[in-house]
């Protein structure tokens, strides 16, 4: 049997006659031209840097010099039109890449800063260097449309793969692959924003601030060093005998081929796609039939079909969009007869040039037909907006919701034998029977999971909803208690229970001794204890969830003020969790867990005005007589108002457990708070130990980084103390825990997901590398 090497050679030598033999340095003064020495080839001659036939002419490029396919992987100037066999690439003496041609003119083939030499790896890499030997630029950073195996696509906006106009011409076409800073890999037409609207595919999951790769197997995945998300499955060929590219296709999507060395006569084969997954069709790439038109996906292939009234701009190329039927450019021509069609099922990028609130659709079919300027209307909730042409990303819609969007389109006709001609108005009529045919498949075709890009991310919301049934069998206010009662109460203040974070809790009964209530005496009264008692009866008045305390009182007297609550016999989490006598099973720790963030969640979420509750800590959860865990002491916490979403504030809450952006200045702060707290405080409860340890060896006194370290070296055992737990779940939990105290606030779940996550029903999404920074390793300033 050949070895590779052997057969690259072998290969390059049959087929790549004209260029230079695999040097692996390039020096300035070297030149290539289309026809004599016309590529530099890497040390095995697979690869190859220089011309290549395009159209008539020639490209510069990265290609397969090593296969019969000559395939391209990279262009230079890849917009700019073929080059004639005239032209010169001159690696010049002061170290530029350019090409000559005969008159003279110089175009640049890529920008750096003066080079030194130049080389074709044999990774498909063409890299260029300075006099220190460094890489200054590489075409792997700067790619078209391919990534190669051992290239990544890093979480750039700006550098993304876009595909080309067609196999054989690299010129830059009409969709692209973005490396999302939120670790999805996700497919965008070009020319749109990066918005939920446009993206048409996403990968399932996302790795923050992950980068996509291909390795020698075939293996596409996402990482951020910490975190892997597998996008296709390794292919475990044998190093070298199989070649890999993934490629940005015009049909919209990506494609991962492989390519077998060793077979004679070899070919590219697909060996994943997007549209391998259930639910994706061939017409999911939003604008794929271009504009004015729409695709069909009831077939196998790419079916077009113009909206009506108008026509294909290129008979022979469907995909390249529609225009009018008629070129009257004065709406009020004289023999021509304007009419709107309502178009059912479809809808288009809605851009209006104008809004007005209309009542009724015949309404806004009117006001676009008195609009010389109005090519088509969008009607929806009495919201009337005109557009003109084109009519960009022209979708039929999955919804079939009862306040859906209308569409009006302006159609013209000839009038002198419009009456007796009536071809055209049957054709619309079969167009629009087709139409619903279609959207009756594609309803069904939804069903079964088509709305991949919201459903995925925000599956199974029920699920949510089943933590927080109120009990309504005491449902009425905290009642006003005077201080002499509450003297009675608790017996004169005897019996302290704890110290909260600014008051002493007494225990007491009511109800004739019937029930035992938890009496919070707050301390001093300065201005801010004042607004702290009135925020915690604020919030805590309005809140009413199974697993936040309940209010059962309060005292505002003179001086005094004073709380009362349902008492929990249990004490606080960190009781439970922090003595060795009363520590819980493991399956109930995931239980108080999942309780926590249903109250956390119920915060953030499910009131009015959200509340930031900012002090999440084991000592602020209490376990009533079940062990159930609820939320309490909320004199920090932050309401709010249902438009906002951070405020700015002074630091909050307990060292060890506040999130690092506390000590940002003039950073507000978001939910994501109490999230990162949330995630302390579920370390916490997996290993049953404080935060911050210093009886612990040094490197396993603080919790967060030697959760971090452990997850790290696989050693998640070391966390449990070897107590036997369910791997897979403990693995879960501290992938939630270390992705919840993530340094980025924006890059944190949100309570919700992680309700989802702790409870199995969503994948857990992978945090970021070191950007945990821990609060430890930055000038920490304390304020208890
Ligand atoms: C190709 O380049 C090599 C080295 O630069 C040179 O020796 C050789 O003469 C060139 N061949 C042609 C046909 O120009
Ligand atoms: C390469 O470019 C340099 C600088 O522009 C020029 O002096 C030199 O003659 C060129 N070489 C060839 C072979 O055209
Ligand atoms: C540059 O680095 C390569 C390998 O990294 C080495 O082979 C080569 O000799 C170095 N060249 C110089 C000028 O240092
Ligand atoms: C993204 O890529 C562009 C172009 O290569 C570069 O200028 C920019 O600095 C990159 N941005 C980040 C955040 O790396
Ligand atoms: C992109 O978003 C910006 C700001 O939201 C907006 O001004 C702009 O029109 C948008 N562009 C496109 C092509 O939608
Ligand atoms: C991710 O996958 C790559 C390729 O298989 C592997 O080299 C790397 O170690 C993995 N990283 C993690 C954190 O699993
Ligand atoms: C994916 O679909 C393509 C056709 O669209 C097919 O050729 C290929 O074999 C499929 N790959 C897998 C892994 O199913
Ligand atoms: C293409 O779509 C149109 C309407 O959507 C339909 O009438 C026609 O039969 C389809 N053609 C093919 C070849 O599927
Ligand atoms: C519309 O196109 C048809 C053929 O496709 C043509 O017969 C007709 O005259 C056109 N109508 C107008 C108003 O241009
Ligand atoms: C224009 O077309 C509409 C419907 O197609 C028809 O009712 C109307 O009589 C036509 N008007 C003229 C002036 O032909
Ligand atoms: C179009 O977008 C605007 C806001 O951008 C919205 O008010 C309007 O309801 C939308 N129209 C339709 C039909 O969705
Ligand atoms: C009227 O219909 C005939 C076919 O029945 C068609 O050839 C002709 O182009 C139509 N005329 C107009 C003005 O649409």
Request: glycine share 8%; proline share 4%.
């Amino acid at each position: 049997m050949m070895t590779p090497v052997f057969l690259f050679f072998l290969l390059s030598s049959i087929f790549t006659v004209n260029a230079q033999q695999g040097q692996s340095i390039v020096k300035p003064g070297s030149i290539l031209t289309p026809t004599t020495n016309s590529s530099w080839l890497s040390p095995s001659g697979l690869y190859a840097f220089g011309f290549y036939k395009q159209g008539n002419g020639y490209a510069v490029g990265v290609f397969l010099a090593g296969i019969p396919q000559k395939t391209v992987v990279w262009t230079a100037n890849r917009d700019n039109p073929p080059v004639s066999t005239q032209v010169t690439l001159n690696f010049t003496s002061d170290g530029r890449l350019v090409l000559q041609s005969a008159q003279g003119t110089e175009t640049s083939v890529a920008n750096f800063d003066p080079a030194s030499s130049a080389s074709m790896l044999d990774t498909g890499n063409f890299v260029v260097y300075n006099s220190d030997n460094q890489s200054i630029w590489e075409s792997f950073q700067n790619p078209t449309d391919t990534l190669l195996p051992t290239q990544r696509l890093l979480p750039n906006d700006s550098v993304v793969l876009k595909s080309s106009v067609s196999e054989s011409n690299q010129s830059t076409g009409r969709f692209r692959a973005v490396m999302q800073q939120d670790g999805y890999v996700a497919l965008y037409p070009v020319g749109t924003n990066l918005t939920l609207e446009y993206g048409y595919w996403s990968t399932s999951n996302g790795v923050p601030n992950g980068n996509l790769n291909l390795d020698d197997q075939g293996l596409l995945y996402v990482t951020n060093s910490i975190f892997n998300l597998t996008v296709s499955q390794s292919r475990n060929s044998a190093k070298g005998t199989v070649l890999y590219r993934l490629r940005m296709e015009d049909d919209g999507f990506l494609r991962l081929y492989s390519y077998n060395l060793q077979e004679q006569n070899g070919s590219w084969s697909i060996i994943w796609s997007p549209l391998n997954e259930t639910g994706v069709n061939i017409c999911f790439p939003r604008g794929l039939c271009g504009v004015n038109a729409f695709c069909d996906p009831g077939g196998n292939d790419i079916n077009c079909t113009c909206l009506p009234g108008f026509v294909f701009i290129d008979e022979s190329k469907r995909t390249s969009g529609c225009e009018r039927n008629s070129t009257t450019e004065n709406c009020n021509e004289k023999g021509m007869n304007t009419t709107m069609e309502e178009v059912s099922g479809i809808i288009w990028e809605n851009l209006t040039y104008n809004r007005s609130v209309l009542l009724t659709k015949q309404d806004c079919n009117d006001a676009c037909l008195q609009d010389c300027s109005c090519e088509a209307a969008l009607f929806n909730d009495e919201v009337c907006g005109k557009q003109k042409l084109p009519l960009r990303f022209v979708n039929i819609k999955i919804s079939n919701d009862p306040k859906e969007t209308l569409a009006f389109i302006k159609v013209r006709t000839s009038t002198p034998s419009s009456d007796g001609n009536v071809t055209k108005k049957k054709g619309l009529e079969i167009l629009i029977i087709g139409v619903s045919l279609v959207i009756f498949a594609f309803i069904v075709l939804a069903i079964s999971g088509i709305a991949i890009y919201r459903s995925r991310i925000f599956a199974n919301e029920n699920i949510l909803n089943t933590g927080n049934i109120v009990l309504s069998d005491e449902d009425v206010g905290p009642r006003s208690f005077t201080y002499i009662e509450l003297e009675k109460i608790t017996n004169g203040f005897k019996e302290e229970l704890g110290r909260g974070s600014f008051g002493i809790v007494y225990k007491g009964t009511i109800e004739n001794g019937q029930k035992i209530v938890a009496v919070k005496k707050l301390e001093r009264l300065l201005v801010d204890r004042e607004r702290e008692f009135q925020t915690e009866m604020k919030v805590i008045g309005r809140t009413h969830h199974k697993n936040l305390i309940r209010l059962l009182g309060y005292c505002h007297d003179g001086p005094n003020r004073l709380l009362v609550y349902e008492y929990m016999c249990n004490g606080s989490l960190a009781d439970v969790l922090f003595k060795p006598e009363k520590k819980p099973s493991w399956d109930e720790r995931m239980g108080i867990a999942c309780n926590i963030a249903r109250g956390i969640f119920y915060l953030h979420e499910e009131c009015v005005e959200k509340i930031i509750h900012c002090d999440i800590k084991p000592q602020n959860i209490l376990m009533d007589e079940n062990r159930c865990a609820k939320i309490s002491d909320f004199g920090l916490a932050k309401l709010l108002k249902p438009d906002q979403s951070k405020i700015s504030t002074g630091i909050r809450g307990t060292r060890g457990y506040v999130a690092p952006e506390w000590h940002q200045l003039k950073c507000p702060v978001t939910v994501k708070v109490d999230v990162y707290s949330f995630g302390i405080v579920l370390l916490e409860i997996i290993s049953c130990r404080r935060c911050v340890d210093s009886n612990l060896p040094e490197e396993e006194a603080i919790l967060e980084e030697w959760s971090y370290r452990c997850f790290e070296c696989g050693e998640l055992g070391k966390l449990v103390n070897d107590e036997e737990v369910e791997m897979r779940q403990l693995e879960r939990m501290v992938k939630v825990a270390l992705w919840c105290i993530l340094y980025d606030p924006s890059l944190r779940p949100s309570m919700k997901k992680v309700l989802l996550m702790l409870e199995g029903t969503a994948d857990i999404p992978v945090p970021s590398n070191r950007s945990f920074v821990s609060q430890y390793d930055q000038g920490f300033e304390e304020n208890e």
